[in-house]
């Protein structure tokens, strides 16, 4: 049985693949989420408590993520701080959870050698008019406008930087 740590799992998107893991696979989930105000216990709460596990902590806890990737065969990393408005209003976490916790989680792969999926975001490649008939694609270069989406660019060098520099097996999806 494969083991599946998913951070950032009781946020809506998060815990959306934890249902769709636990309907699809007989993998054993863990997920590590600071539940914060974009998540909640009950978003997992139906699931089978002899397949999902929740452990509340922060991804930027560098002890606590060794220890969670240490046990586990992969990471889907979702945990970040998400939302525009509160960037402009309060950088600090965005950088802590988005580039700090990236960064934890990346050193705990590269130490267990554990395969690591991190979510990104399409707000990386900057802004387009509502009617804009100009797409994004994922050779469009990185134009972040605020600090939630350049501390997701960021994170998503740093996935880059440890493939290539450390050999860490990652993949990044937008």
């Given at each position: 049985?494969?083991?599946?740590?998913?951070?950032?799992?009781?946020?809506?998107?998060?815990?959306?693949?934890?249902?769709?893991?636990?309907?699809?696979?007989?993998?054993?989930?863990?997920?590590?989420?600071?539940?914060?105000?974009?998540?909640?216990?009950?978003?997992?709460?139906?699931?089978?408590?002899?397949?999902?596990?929740?452990?509340?902590?922060?991804?930027?806890?560098g002890v606590l993520?060794?220890?969670?990737?240490?046990?586990?065969?992969?990471?889907?990393?979702?945990?970040?701080?998400?939302?525009?408005?509160?960037?402009?209003?309060?950088?600090?976490?965005?950088?802590?959870?988005?580039?700090?916790?990236?960064?934890?989680?990346?050193?705990?792969?590269?130490?267990?050698?554990?395969?690591?999926?991190?979510?990104?975001?399409?707000?990386?490649?900057?802004?387009?008019?509502?009617?804009?008939?100009?797409?994004?694609?994922?050779?469009?270069?990185?134009?972040?406008?605020?600090?939630?989406?350049?501390?997701?660019?960021?994170?998503?060098?740093l996935v880059r930087a440890w493939v290539?520099?450390?050999?860490?097996?990652?993949?990044?999806?937008?």
């Amino acid at each position: 049985m494969q083991r599946i740590l998913v951070t950032g799992g009781a946020g809506f998107i998060g815990s959306n693949f934890v249902h769709h893991l636990v309907g699809a696979t007989d993998a054993a989930v863990t997920v590590l989420d600071k539940l914060t105000y974009a998540a909640s216990k009950e978003a997992l709460a139906a699931l089978p408590e002899e397949r999902v596990s929740l452990v509340v902590g922060d991804v930027a806890d560098g002890v606590l993520v060794d220890d969670l990737v240490g046990a586990h065969d992969a990471v889907v990393h979702f945990a970040a701080e998400s939302h525009n408005d509160n960037s402009l209003t309060e950088p600090g976490p965005f950088i802590q959870t988005n580039l700090v916790g990236t960064f934890q989680i990346l050193e705990a792969c590269r130490r267990h050698d554990v395969r690591l999926h991190h979510i990104s975001t399409d707000e990386v490649y900057g802004d387009l008019e509502l009617d804009d008939p100009a797409k994004f694609t994922e050779s469009t270069a990185y134009n972040p406008s605020s600090p939630y989406s350049a501390a997701k660019a960021g994170s998503d060098h740093l996935v880059r930087a440890w493939v290539r520099s450390f050999g860490v097996r990652a993949t990044i999806s937008n």
